[in-house]
């Protein structure tokens, strides 16, 4: 399985769910890229931060991603991903239709 160029510069992924209800992608989040702050008004998301330490954005609240934290990204609440480190990150990114 290749890994897709993202709409983002600096964002790759792989799916690995894909219903009709929602989705699972592993996504690989370059050194210093940043996923702009945005909302899904029919979706929740969430990440699991499988390797690296990025800055995970949701609503009003900044949060430091580490191996092993787990984002709920809740529908119609801005978010934003932003890796500031040297490292790339490795997340996984789902997400539920509501």
């Known amino acids: 399985m290749d890994w897709e160029t ?14 009709k209800n929602g989705g699972l992608k592993m996504v690989k989040v370059d050194a210093n890229a ?10 929740t998301e969430f990440i699991y931060v499988l390797e690296g330490s990025p800055k995970i954005e949701i609503g009003e609240e900044n949060y430091n991603g580490t191996q ?8 119609a609440v801005k978010h934003s991903i932003i890796n500031t480190t040297e490292l790339e990150c490795l ?3 789902g997400a539920i239709n509501n």
């Open 68 to 75: 092993g934290d787990f984002f709920i990204l809740p529908h």
């Open 34 to 43: 940043t996923y702009p702050s945005h909302l899904h008004p029919k979706k």
């Open 91 to 93: 997340l996984l990114v």
């Open 6 to 19: 993202g709409k983002v510069k600096g964002f790759k992924g792989k799916s690995l769910i894909d219903l």
